[in-house]
């Protein structure tokens, strides 16, 4: 027998969360670009981008991805989030007929240069206080301008990603100031929002960028980026936000007990002995560790469910194994089915419980975990 860990994704979930980034964003002229990059967020990109096809596109990072994709029958827009990390890859931009982020410099002077079959579609990306990708906002006239005079590119979208959508929730600044330096660009499409903003702000994606010059909604497009909605967990980590928005969850994992110990007062748990018990207690050891993706600085105190009943883990996560308290689960036993994150347990719950996110959890599943992907929603 394999050990008994093993992760499902619910295939159904993922095409019911698009429905409901859709529903959300149908009353204005929105487009969605489902983010599929880091492999579908651990999900398994092969396997789970069929159930996301109702979207109008995939964004992602990896050119790899994109060629999967296409190999495998899309053949709507890809968005390469990153935009080309070599100027040879403009040859497979264009073969595969894919649609690039432009951050820098050097990118719009290799599109300058490229001897490509036919333009290609460009994000003009703007750093709006990430400082991480992007062009200064103040510099988006002169970009567009160049971007414009370039032969090899056909249609220009305006992008930026927000640096605060989920935590402060404050995002008012960055915006006007894409704003102001966007009103007097004659742009017809931009892209500003990720799941934050489409939860929290929605106004960035009801009115044009250029908001000041071109009031015409009705010929002004949006493309927002949902990501993490897609896999039914928070950007904020908060999972009362999942159940607002009748979000499911599309991973979860599970294991079993391995084995059942019986604590005298006094004994200790686990590596550096991080738990003792202050009476007689029953505690169980669980076949899954930060080998497979468990988070290493979960303390004790972080949810589980045993058998359906939620305890906590006990002492530090070991690379195999985890211990988890049984005072409430008193017919547990070996075998008993043990959910880590899943339909029982938010991914948010355990994440905030160890001081991450969702995001991280979902995309740190090793490779040594067996997935399954199954239709129905349960
Ligand atoms: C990852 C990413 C997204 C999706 O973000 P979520 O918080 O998962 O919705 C959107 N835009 C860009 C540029 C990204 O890198």
Redesign the pocket.
Known sequence: MPRPISATVHLSALHHNLKRVRDRVSCTNSKI?S?V?ANA?GHGLAHVWRYLEKTDGF?L?DLNDAVLLREQGWQKPILL??GFFKTEDLTLIDHYNLTT?VHSDWQLAALENAKLKKPVEVYLKLNSGMNRLGFPCEEAHKIWQRAKQIANIKHITL?S?FANA?HNGNIDNEYRFIQQNCQSIPADCSSL????V?LWHPSVYTSPINNLLNNNLSHFCHWV??????YGAS?NGQVQTIKDLGLRPAMSLHSELLAVQTLKAGDTVGYGSHYRANEPQRIGIVACGYADGYPRNAPTGTPILVEGVLTKTLGAVSMDMLAVDLTLCPHAQVGSIVELWGNHLPIDNVAMAAGTIS?ELMCALSARVPVSFIADGE
Not at 193 to 196: F, L
Request: no cysteine.
């Open positions: 670009w983010v990059k967020y964004a990072l989030l990153e982020v992008m990603h989920a929002a990720n799941s934050a489409i980026r949902p990501g993490i909605m897609l950007p995001y």
